[in-house]
């Protein structure tokens, strides 16, 4: 997990499968490209007359789609939860006017067919029910191209946002954020994945009565339930 910011981050993969090496006889790597959907931040070109709106889902489309042909891994959303301020005053050329994310990659998920669809989802601001359904959802829609980059926010400017208000200390912020995954998880596993029969002979739908039960308790998080996506691709 990383900290919220608008970093770049570049991965290198293994050597290929088939093992086939380059002209200096090592063996030939592969490297993930992903494409960034950055908003409005003062190192994008919003003011060029050819630019397009960064809201129009006419835009995302378009990246998408360029990053599709061009044969790039991920198309990656960061999430902005706010207009950034400095010395109380508001920064016009950041985040404005940022779509939703899950909204704009669910979206997508039907003009692409192979792309992965990386969303930036906070883990300070959020809950893991609702962000665990969300990218199960989501991976279903896509036919397993859902991905999480997992954040936490530092500020209190950002928590004024929010009925919780303030902000966490870092130790206490990373902390939540590791509690946060574990009980994500815990609801993706409270399905294994074959409990769905839908045996139209029978009647029988689910085969297993207790599909989706969990429970999470820690510090930051009491919960218990029934999760209701079935276990995801």
Partial sequence: MSSESNESHKSHGSSNGNGSSGSSGKPLKRIHLAAHFPGVNNTTVWSDPQAGSQIEFSSFAHLARTAERAKFDFLFLAEGLRLREQHGLIHDLDVVGRPDTFTV??????????????????????????????FASLDHLSAGRSAWNVVTSWDAFTGENFRRGGFLREEDRYARARQFLEASWRLFDSWRGDEVLADRV????????????????????????????????
């Fill in 105 to 134: 990659l669910a979206a997508l998920a039907a003009v692409t067919e192979r792309l992965g669809l990386a969303g930036t989802i906070n883990s300070t601001f959020n809950e893991p029910y609702e962000v665990a359904r969300q």
């Fill in 202 to 233: 029978s009647g029988a739908f689910l085969g297993d009565p207790r599909a989706g039960e969990f429970a999470y308790r820690s510090s930051e998080f009491d919960i218990a339930g029934r999760f209701d996506v079935p276990r995801s691709p």
